[in-house]
Structure formats: C-alpha cells, structure tokens
C-alpha cells in the first residue's frame, strides 16, 4: 500500500503525520521533502535508543514507479509493503507521480483561510494529474492542527461540495503539545501511554486501515 500525504502548501503536517504513521504502521517513509524532516526526527529517534523507521530518499520518477509496480505485483502478499510518501510543500512532477500512485492520498487540512486557498491551487494540479494520467484520483482531506474545541468546520465542507472529488476523513487530529514533546526524542504518537493524541492519531489508523480494505 502507497499512502501519499500531500499538500503544496508548505506547515499543514506532512511530515509531522508521515512520520507518526510509519512509527504506528512500520512502514518506510520516502521523503521528498528538500528539508529533510523525517531524516532528522528519525536520527532523533535513533539516538534516544529506538529502532528507527526506514528512509528512503529519492528525487526520481523512475524509483516511484518501481515501488508503485512492486506493490501492484505482490498485492496481498507478505512481499507487499507499506510506503508512506512525504511530499514537500510544492509542485514538481516527481510530486505528481508521488500523488498519482498512491492507494490513499491524505491531504492534511485546516479550515483557515490561506488553507482554503492553498486547497483551491492543490485542487488545480489534482485536476491536471487526472487529465494526464486518465484517472479521478480521490484525495481525502485529514483536518489537522485545529483547536482542540471546535467542532464545526464549515468553509472545508463548502470546499469539498463544491469538490466532489475530495472527502473529509472521520478522524481529526488536533493541536496538541505531545507532538512537539514526542518529536524531541523522535517518539511515535502511538508509542506513548495514554494522550489525547495518540487516542486521535489511533483513530486515523483505524480509519485507513478500513479504507485499504475497501479500497
Ligand atoms: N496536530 C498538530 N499539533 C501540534 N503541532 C502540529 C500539528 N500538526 C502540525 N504541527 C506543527 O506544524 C508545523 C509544520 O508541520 P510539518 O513540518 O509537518 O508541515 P509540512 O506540511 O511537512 O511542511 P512543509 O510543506 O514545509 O514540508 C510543525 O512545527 C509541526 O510540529
Ligand atoms: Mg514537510
């Protein structure tokens, strides 16, 4: 399974969910993000005594079609990984075949409104991909980073009326201090004993676990 988390806009959580998804589902990361944050949480990680996730780096479009065939080859066998893409916050084409081989596209999102905007030109490049490729990719939006109170998220369900392409995920992961906490030591979310994040981040797990059945 490819799950690609995506956005171009820059600070929405790509990294900070990549990384905590592939502590949860011992997957490898394959970061194609120019600074370079989950290398840097993960030899954080290492240092504090726990095993680290692996990294792959590449900038290659040949390398992300290998793995999307691999996958397809050996699907539902033990052969078939787990890959969780970080896509940095731009545009390119190795990004675009990042998203375009994805089993699952997250979109980290908040409902401010230079998020709404930022969806809006990602919704762009979505729409080109599907024209290149013939496909109607389903990118599902993950609400994050929002205050731990609010519970209506009214312009992101405007957004995707209007784009019926995009879903809204169930789970909400919300602002919480244990991220900060845990990337110090290079932690997983879900290795901690009890937080309310980690309660929301298992939730997410759940969630796409389902739709990998499904999907
Ligand atoms: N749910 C959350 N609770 C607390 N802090 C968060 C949460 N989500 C993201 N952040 C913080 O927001 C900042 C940006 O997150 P991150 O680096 O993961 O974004 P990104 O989308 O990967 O950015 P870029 O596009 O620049 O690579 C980080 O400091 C991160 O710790
Ligand atoms: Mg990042």
Do not use: C, W
């Not at 989950?38 to 290659?60: A, C, D, P, Y």
């Not at 609400?143 to 809204?168: A, G, M, R, W, Y």
Request: glycine share 6%; hydrophobic share 40%; proline share 1%.
């Amino acid at each position: 399974m490819i799950i690609t988390i995506a956005h171009t806009k820059g600070g929405v959580g790509k990294s900070l969910i990549s990384f905590h998804l592939a502590v949860a589902l011992k997957a490898a990361v394959i970061d194609l993000d120019f600074q370079q944050t989950i290398i840097i949480n993960n030899e954080m990680r290492k240092n504090n005594g726990s095993k680290g996730i692996g990294v792959l780096q590449t900038r290659s479009l040949e390398d992300l079609v290998k793995l999307r065939d691999h996958n397809l080859k050996n699907r539902d066998t033990k052969e078939e990984k787990t890959f969780i893409i970080d896509v940095g916050g731009f545009d390119s084409d190795v990004n675009r075949v990042a998203i375009a081989i994805a089993d699952i596209i997250i979109v980290p999102a908040n409902d401010k409104t230079n998020d709404i905007i930022g969806l809006h030109q990602f919704q762009k490049i979505i729409k080109e991909i599907d024209e290149a490729t013939g496909t109607k990719l389903k990118p599902k939006l993950l609400i994050n980073n929002v205050s731990p109170t609010t519970k209506d998220f009214i312009s992101l369900d405007t957004f995707v009326e209007k784009n019926q392409n995009f879903s809204i995920m169930k789970s909400v992961l919300r602002t919480r201090a244990d991220y900060y906490k845990t990337l110090e030591t290079g932690t997983g979310i879900t290795e901690l004993k009890e937080s309310k994040a980690k309660k929301e981040f298992k939730k997410l797990i759940k969630e796409i676990k389902k739709e990998a059945k499904n999907g």
